[in-house]
């Protein structure tokens, strides 16, 4: 199979990163009453393990199918996919012009 030693890894690394996931939201649900400061400080290191388990599933799915270049800016999302704002119109992007 082709890039199977980098699914492993990838999949291995990823199970590690869920566990700590998973820690991370227990401790923190433990100090909320007691603590709120160092469980605002783990809730960021929880985001920042989540944001691992994101680029860790897009290399997963590169080394899957076999792209090389698949979203080479670590994103989920495809060029433009964020540039709207809430409440915008969406003129022009249909393809319709207003009238």
């Given amino acids: 199979m082709k890039n199977?030693?980098?699914?492993?890894n990838v999949s291995r690394q990823?199970?590690?990163?869920?566990?700590r996931i998973c820690?991370?939201?227990?401790?923190?649900?433990?100090?909320?009453?007691?603590?709120?400061?160092?469980?605002d400080t783990y809730e960021a290191?929880?985001?920042?393990?989540?944001?691992?388990?994101?680029i860790s599933a897009l290399e997963l799915t590169r080394f899957v199918t076999?792209?090389?270049?698949?979203?080479?800016?670590?994103?989920a999302f495809a060029e433009g996919e964020l540039n709207s704002v809430v409440g915008e119109k969406e003129e022009g992007r249909s393809g319709s012009k207003g009238g």
Avoid: R
Avoid at 45 to 53: A, G, N, Q, S, W
């Fill in 14 to 19: 990823l199970s590690k990163i869920t566990e």
């Fill in 23 to 39: 820690d991370l939201a227990e401790e923190i649900d433990k100090l909320q009453p007691v603590n709120a400061d160092l469980a």
């Fill in 45 to 54: 290191f929880l985001i920042d393990e989540v944001t691992h388990v994101q």
């Fill in 4 to 8: 199977k030693e980098e699914i492993v």
């Fill in 66 to 75: 076999g792209e090389e270049n698949a979203n080479v800016d670590e994103s």
